[in-house]
Each structure stands twice: as structure tokens, then as C-alpha cells.
């Protein structure tokens, strides 16, 4: 059974730091792409980052440098490790997966094929 479920979010000021963590069953975790995307009601899923499962990793321009994507294979648990936080980055995130490596190249989101429940970041100034 595919189950994705994420942990992590919360209420930060701007410039804080959270850490989202993602468990996901072992035959998901061995998922050609694993990522996570972002959504504000109303408006689009935004892919935030992505890593391969050789660990090759890709970023949104919006939070490189300052976001980074990691993957523990002995525990099937996926991180994203969020700092100098932003107001603009406040959102539901959701970890995702995906048997290509469509979402990794491109961070689009119609390249994914499951996702979890997400969990919220608030970010206020």
C-alpha cells in the first residue's frame, strides 16, 4: 500500500528554519524521483525539489540556496531541510513520488504519481 505521511510543518517568523520530514512504505521509498511540492489554495502546485534515487538533487529557483532536499534509505524517510524562510514560502507541502525521473528534471507536477496529506509551514514577518 502506497502511504506517504509527512511531519514537520508549523509557525515560523521569517528567516526561521523547519525541517519536514516524509515516511513512505519501502517499495515507494525505492521511487525513480522522490520530492516535494508546495500549494496555496487557488492556486497551482508548485514543485519546490526533488532527488533522485542516486541522490542527484534539483531545486525551484525560488528556494535554492536556501532549501535542501535529503533522503535516509535505511529508514525510507525523506527531509527537507527549509531555512531563511520567507513569508512567500508559507503553503501546505507535500511529499511526493514518482517511478520517472519527469518531476526531478523539471519539478512539474504532472509528473507525479502519489503524494501524501501534506503538512502547513506559515512563515509571518
Known amino acids: 500500500q502506497v502511504q506517504l505521511v509527512e511531519s514537520g510543518g508549523g509557525s515560523v517568523q521569517a528567516g526561521g528554519s523547519l525541517r519536514l520530514s516524509c515516511t513512505a512504505s519501502?517499495?515507494?521509498?525505492?521511487?525513480?524521483?522522490m520530492g516535494w511540492f508546495r500549494q496555496i489554495p487557488g492556486k497551482q502546485r508548485e514543485g519546490v525539489a526533488g532527488?533522485?534515487?542516486?541522490?542527484?538533487?534539483d531545486y525551484a529557483d525560488s528556494v535554492k540556496g536556501r532549501f535542501s532536499i535529503a533522503r535516509d534509505d535505511a529508514t525510507n524517510t525523506l527531509y527537507l531541510q527549509m531555512d531563511n524562510l520567507k513569508p512567500e514560502d508559507s503553503a501546505e507541502y507535500h511529499c511526493?513520488?514518482?517511478?520517472?525521473?519527469?518531476?526531478?528534471?523539471?519539478?512539474?507536477?504532472?509528473?507525479?504519481?502519489?503524494w501524501g496529506q501534506g503538512t502547513q509551514v506559515t512563515v509571518s514577518t
Open positions: 511526493a513520488a514518482a517511478k520517472g525521473r519527469g518531476f526531478c528534471r523539471s519539478l512539474h507536477y504532472r509528473y507525479l504519481e502519489v
Open positions: 519501502e517499495d515507494t521509498f525505492r521511487s525513480a524521483c
Open positions: 532527488i533522485r534515487n542516486d541522490g542527484r538533487t
